[in-house]
Protein backbone atom coordinates (compact mmCIF):
# COMPACT_ATOMS: atom_id res chain seq x y z
CA UNK A 1 0.00 0.00 0.00
CA UNK A 2 1.57 3.49 -1.05
CA UNK A 3 0.67 6.33 0.53
CA UNK A 4 -0.84 9.43 -1.56
CA UNK A 5 0.51 12.99 -0.08
CA UNK A 6 2.49 15.58 -0.99
CA UNK A 7 3.42 16.54 3.04
CA UNK A 8 6.51 16.34 4.10
CA UNK A 9 6.19 17.74 7.41
CA UNK A 10 3.21 16.07 9.65
CA UNK A 11 2.08 14.48 6.68
CA UNK A 12 -0.77 12.18 8.77
CA UNK A 13 -2.23 15.05 10.62
CA UNK A 14 -0.78 13.89 14.02
CA UNK A 15 -2.64 15.84 16.51
CA UNK A 16 -0.93 14.75 20.22
CA UNK A 17 -2.34 15.51 23.52
CA UNK A 18 0.09 19.26 23.75
CA UNK A 19 0.27 22.60 22.67
CA UNK A 20 3.69 22.77 20.70
CA UNK A 21 5.11 19.15 19.40
CA UNK A 22 7.55 18.69 16.76
CA UNK A 23 5.74 15.90 13.85
CA UNK A 24 7.34 13.53 11.74
CA UNK A 25 9.13 14.58 8.59
CA UNK A 26 9.83 13.13 5.77
CA UNK A 27 8.66 11.15 2.89
CA UNK A 28 5.46 9.25 3.87
CA UNK A 29 6.71 6.28 1.91
CA UNK A 30 10.20 5.93 3.43
CA UNK A 31 12.20 2.83 2.93
CA UNK A 32 14.31 4.21 6.15
CA UNK A 33 12.59 5.86 9.52
CA UNK A 34 14.82 7.48 11.85
CA UNK A 35 13.46 7.58 15.70
CA UNK A 36 15.17 9.84 18.18
CA UNK A 37 13.85 10.32 21.62
CA UNK A 38 12.00 13.65 22.15
CA UNK A 39 12.87 17.83 20.85
CA UNK A 40 14.79 18.39 23.79
CA UNK A 41 17.01 15.92 23.27
CA UNK A 42 17.59 16.09 19.76
CA UNK A 43 16.21 19.24 18.53
CA UNK A 44 13.34 20.67 16.89
CA UNK A 45 11.61 22.75 19.48
CA UNK A 46 12.51 25.80 17.24
CA UNK A 47 12.32 24.62 14.04
CA UNK A 48 9.02 21.73 14.13
CA UNK A 49 11.84 19.71 12.63
CA UNK A 50 12.77 16.51 14.01
CA UNK A 51 17.10 16.75 14.57
CA UNK A 52 17.42 20.24 13.86
CA UNK A 53 18.25 22.84 15.82
CA UNK A 54 20.34 21.21 18.06
CA UNK A 55 24.11 20.01 17.85
CA UNK A 56 23.11 16.29 17.76
CA UNK A 57 20.90 16.78 15.71
CA UNK A 58 23.25 18.12 12.88
CA UNK A 59 25.61 15.67 13.76
CA UNK A 60 23.03 13.15 12.89
CA UNK A 61 21.93 15.19 9.59
CA UNK A 62 25.53 15.29 8.34
CA UNK A 63 26.22 11.28 8.86
CA UNK A 64 22.79 10.42 7.03
CA UNK A 65 23.89 13.08 4.28
CA UNK A 66 27.14 11.40 3.54
CA UNK A 67 25.17 8.05 3.64
CA UNK A 68 22.35 8.84 1.33
CA UNK A 69 19.31 9.15 3.04
CA UNK A 70 19.31 13.07 2.83
CA UNK A 71 20.25 15.33 0.38
CA UNK A 72 20.41 18.32 2.16
CA UNK A 73 20.90 19.59 6.07
CA UNK A 74 19.31 22.08 8.02
CA UNK A 75 16.21 23.02 9.47
CA UNK A 76 13.83 21.81 6.13
CA UNK A 77 16.35 19.35 5.19
CA UNK A 78 15.80 17.44 2.08
CA UNK A 79 14.96 13.48 2.63
CA UNK A 80 15.74 10.60 0.11
CA UNK A 81 13.50 7.64 1.02
CA UNK A 82 13.58 8.81 4.61
CA UNK A 83 11.81 9.49 7.31
CA UNK A 84 12.01 11.33 10.73
CA UNK A 85 10.13 11.36 13.72
CA UNK A 86 9.95 11.17 17.37
CA UNK A 87 8.68 8.68 20.60
CA UNK A 88 7.95 11.60 22.28
CA UNK A 89 6.76 14.70 20.00
CA UNK A 90 5.72 16.97 22.42
CA UNK A 91 7.46 19.92 23.70
CA UNK A 92 8.07 19.53 27.42
CA UNK A 93 9.49 22.04 29.89
CA UNK A 94 11.72 19.25 31.45
CA UNK A 95 12.03 15.61 30.86
CA UNK A 96 9.11 13.37 30.05
CA UNK A 97 8.28 11.10 32.31
CA UNK A 98 7.08 7.25 31.97
CA UNK A 99 3.51 8.15 31.52
CA UNK A 100 4.15 11.29 29.27
CA UNK A 101 6.43 8.81 27.00
CA UNK A 102 3.06 5.71 27.64
CA UNK A 103 0.33 8.53 26.56
CA UNK A 104 2.62 9.26 23.32
CA UNK A 105 3.29 5.14 22.19
CA UNK A 106 -0.19 5.16 20.25
CA UNK A 107 0.70 8.00 18.44
CA UNK A 108 4.31 6.82 17.44
CA UNK A 109 3.09 3.35 16.50
CA UNK A 110 0.52 4.54 13.87
CA UNK A 111 3.09 6.47 12.33
CA UNK A 112 5.60 3.71 12.57
CA UNK A 113 3.15 1.38 10.97
CA UNK A 114 1.86 4.15 8.41
CA UNK A 115 5.13 5.04 7.03
CA UNK A 116 5.84 0.91 7.10
CA UNK A 117 9.68 1.54 6.48
CA UNK A 118 11.52 -1.96 5.75
CA UNK A 119 14.72 -0.62 8.00
CA UNK A 120 14.43 1.58 11.46
CA UNK A 121 17.13 3.13 12.52
CA UNK A 122 16.60 4.47 16.03
CA UNK A 123 18.86 7.32 17.77
CA UNK A 124 20.22 6.57 21.57
CA UNK A 125 19.02 4.92 24.44
CA UNK A 126 15.66 5.29 24.88
CA UNK A 127 14.30 4.72 21.17
CA UNK A 128 16.82 2.03 20.36
CA UNK A 129 15.30 -0.31 23.57
CA UNK A 130 11.63 0.70 22.25
CA UNK A 131 12.27 -0.64 18.99
CA UNK A 132 14.03 -3.38 20.55
CA UNK A 133 10.85 -4.36 22.46
CA UNK A 134 8.42 -4.01 20.41
CA UNK A 135 9.78 -4.53 16.55
CA UNK A 136 12.10 -7.31 17.55
CA UNK A 137 13.03 -10.43 19.70
CA UNK A 138 15.88 -8.94 20.81
CA UNK A 139 16.65 -9.15 24.31
CA UNK A 140 17.39 -5.34 26.29
CA UNK A 141 17.98 -6.62 30.04
CA UNK A 142 21.90 -5.87 29.11
CA UNK A 143 21.35 -3.42 26.53
CA UNK A 144 24.71 -2.39 25.51
CA UNK A 145 23.99 0.86 23.01
CA UNK A 146 27.92 1.32 22.09
CA UNK A 147 28.16 -1.94 20.70
CA UNK A 148 24.94 -1.67 19.00
CA UNK A 149 25.51 1.28 17.03
CA UNK A 150 25.62 0.12 13.40
CA UNK A 151 24.73 -3.10 13.57
CA UNK A 152 22.06 -4.46 11.65
CA UNK A 153 19.57 -6.79 13.16
CA UNK A 154 17.11 -8.73 12.25
CA UNK A 155 13.14 -7.46 13.46
CA UNK A 156 9.66 -8.66 13.03
CA UNK A 157 9.05 -7.35 9.53
CA UNK A 158 11.90 -4.67 9.71
CA UNK A 159 15.94 -4.52 9.69
CA UNK A 160 16.74 -2.52 12.47
CA UNK A 161 19.76 -0.52 12.42
CA UNK A 162 20.67 1.11 16.02
CA UNK A 163 22.49 4.46 16.09
CA UNK A 164 24.75 5.65 19.25
CA UNK A 165 23.43 8.57 20.45
CA UNK A 166 25.57 11.28 18.06
CA UNK A 167 25.90 13.52 21.91
CA UNK A 168 27.93 10.77 22.54
CA UNK A 169 30.04 9.70 19.36
CA UNK A 170 33.35 8.38 19.50
CA UNK A 171 35.86 9.69 16.43
CA UNK A 172 34.62 7.08 14.11
CA UNK A 173 31.49 6.19 15.01
CA UNK A 174 30.26 8.58 12.08
CA UNK A 175 32.10 6.87 9.68
CA UNK A 176 31.08 3.94 10.92
CA UNK A 177 27.03 4.72 10.58
CA UNK A 178 27.72 5.70 7.27
CA UNK A 179 29.62 2.68 6.43
CA UNK A 180 27.06 0.11 7.65
CA UNK A 181 23.68 2.78 5.61
CA UNK A 182 26.37 2.75 2.81
CA UNK A 183 25.99 -1.22 2.63
CA UNK A 184 22.98 -1.72 3.56
CA UNK A 185 21.48 0.35 0.58
CA UNK A 186 23.39 -1.92 -1.70
CA UNK A 187 21.61 -5.19 -0.13
CA UNK A 188 18.03 -6.45 -0.82
CA UNK A 189 16.56 -4.59 2.65
CA UNK A 190 13.18 -4.73 1.56
CA UNK A 191 13.54 -8.87 2.11
CA UNK A 192 9.90 -9.01 -0.11
CA UNK A 193 8.81 -12.23 -1.26
CA UNK A 194 5.97 -12.25 -4.37
CA UNK A 195 3.30 -14.09 -3.49
CA UNK A 196 1.43 -12.81 -6.67
CA UNK A 197 1.47 -16.36 -8.48
CA UNK A 198 -0.50 -17.67 -5.82
CA UNK A 199 -3.13 -15.36 -6.91
CA UNK A 200 -5.02 -14.32 -9.61
CA UNK A 201 -4.31 -11.96 -12.00
CA UNK A 202 -0.74 -10.76 -12.73
CA UNK A 203 -0.44 -8.18 -10.34
CA UNK A 204 2.55 -8.20 -7.94
CA UNK A 205 1.98 -9.30 -4.00
CA UNK A 206 4.84 -8.72 -1.85
CA UNK A 207 4.97 -9.61 1.94
CA UNK A 208 7.49 -9.18 4.31
Given at each position: ?RNV???????F??????????P??????????????????H?????????????A???L?R????????????????????????????????E????????????????L????????L??G??P?????????????T???V????????????W??????D??????D???RL???????R??D????????????G???Y???
Open positions: MTDRVSNPGMRPPCDRFVGYGDANAHFHVIGDHPGVGGSETGVPFTGHPGRRQALRDAGLLRTTGDEPEVANTYLSYLHTCVTAGPTEDDYGAMEPFFDAERAIAAHVLPVERIRHVLETCTAHETDLDEALHATELLGSGLVLPIRPSAWADDADVDAIETLETYRRESDLGRFIANDPLVR
